[in-house]
């Protein structure tokens, strides 16, 4: 049993679990939250033969989002979350109890949340889903991603992500035109309902501290939750560059850089950032190269960073990345001939877009920014290249083809 789990009293009978459930669903669906329709809700599909699975960081919307939808499509749902302290110790005997207090309902639809802190939760679903029921779950971790996951699951589930508001949601929640005072906006807030509605800081302080706790030092049972606090605030602080373990063990206070490697990929999972890989042909040297590193949102790295400066470019390089991210994981930075480009989008083997970041183009640095983005055009062998800035519109011709410069505030709003 996981650590991060509950404890659930061992005289736990039937009939308390089913006033929990209840207790819990009265709080959830009682109050019909005015919120905006996040863009994945045109995405989520009403099916009974697989699992609909949606993950992402805490307190971006899922529960909001996946309330929003069970009132569209069904008149009434069973509903646990697992993370009720009064839940704690629940484990995969416990299930039989589940089973009674949902047969007692009549209920088909079976909406759970962060249930994957249960082990064995996988062997559950698939015997729900067995038995003809319509399953619903939200999770804060990428584990719920994982190739082990459709396979224990026997690919029956259907897996969609949430974020943060991406610049158009923040605009609608905001009721506010897309121009580049409300893309600075966005660049300082960003995109938390939560913070966005009260605009405390403390809000996403305690947020950061939360995802530490529970999603990383708990659940992986790590001792030194020091490091995990140092490694945040360092990687807020440098979002949007290359990261090199072997250059942090000291200033981390660790012994190997494998152990920073590993912390990596429990920031990762918890949604707090993003790594993107050097594009090469050989997946060796792709893993073997330095990372780029995009924190999740604005927001966070305002209160999260030790930095005392702001760097508002690596800001609008971390949010177009995230606006790429949002349609595929398939991304990449370029570095050839001391040449590089921010991003390279590919989709079935083929480069769908190049594009290329910087806040504003000057004399000093637009040859710099214009032939990165003319080597990745000629190595991908594209005749359209990208450069976004805060709030300029450009057309370069080259011997390559045509690089298009345009704001922010456009590019993101397609």
């Known amino acids: 049993m996981q650590e991060n789990q509950f404890y659930m009293g061992i005289n736990m009978q039937q009939s308390a679990l089913a006033e929990i459930a209840r207790e819990q669903k009265i709080g959830a669906f009682s109050e019909v939250e005015k919120i905006i329709e996040r863009t994945l809700m045109s995405d989520l599909p009403n099916i009974s033969t697989h699992a609909l699975i949606l993950s992402g960081i805490r307190r971006c919307g899922k529960s909001t989002l996946l309330r929003q939808f069970v009132r569209r499509n069904f008149e009434d749902v069973f509903y646990l979350n697992f993370e ?8 995969i005997k416990d299930f039989v109890l589940l089973d009674k207090a949902i047969d007692e309902t009549g209920l088909k639809v079976l909406y759970f949340d962060e249930i994957q802190i249960i082990d064995g939760w996988e062997l559950y679903i698939r015997q729900k889903l067995d038995q003809k029921f319509q399953v619903i779950i939200t999770g804060s971790n990428a584990s719920l991603l994982s190739v082990e996951l459709g396979t224990k699951l ?5 897996t969609k992500e949430l974020f943060p508001f991406s610049y158009p949601e923040y605009l609608d929640f905001q009721k506010a035109e897309a121009n580049i005072e409300s893309l600075q906006a966005y660049l300082t807030e960003g995109g938390f309902p939560d913070y966005l509605k009260q605009k405390l800081p403390e809000i996403l302080d305690f947020l950061i501290e939360d995802i530490l706790n529970r999603d990383i030092i708990v659940r992986y049972s790590l001792k030194d939750g ?48 993003a790594m993107v890989p050097k594009f090469d042909w050989s997946a060796k040297a792709q893993m073997l190269s330095p990372k780029k590193m995009y924190a999740i949102d604005p927001g966070l790295v305002q209160v999260g960073s030790t930095s005392l400066s702001r760097n508002i470019g690596h800001l609008l390089e971390s949010v177009i990345f995230w606006h790429l991210r949002r349609k595929t994981k398939d991304i990449y930075y370029f570095s050839e001939n001391n040449r590089e480009c921010d991003f390279i989008v590919r989709s079935k083997d083929k480069t769908t877009q190049v594009v290329q970041v910087c806040w504003e183009l000057t004399p000093e640095n637009v040859e710099r920014e214009v032939n990165g983005l003319v080597e990745a055009m000629q190595y991908f062998k594209t005749e359209n290249g990208i450069i976004v800035t805060a709030n300029s519109t450009d057309t370069i011709r080259t011997e390559i083809g045509l690089i298009s410069a345009m704001p922010a505030h456009q590019y993101l709003m397609k």
């Open 154 to 158: 026997t690919g029956r589930h259907i």
């Open 84 to 91: 009720d302290v009064k839940l704690y110790g629940f484990d």
């Open 226 to 273: 020091g490091a995990i606090k140092k490694l945040c605030a360092y990687l807020f602080a440098n979002n949007g560059t290359l990261v090199v373990p072997s250059k942090l063990t000291s200033a981390i206070g660790v012994k190997s850089s494998t152990t920073i490697l590993n912390y990596f990929s429990y920031f990762e999972n918890s949604y707090l950032i």
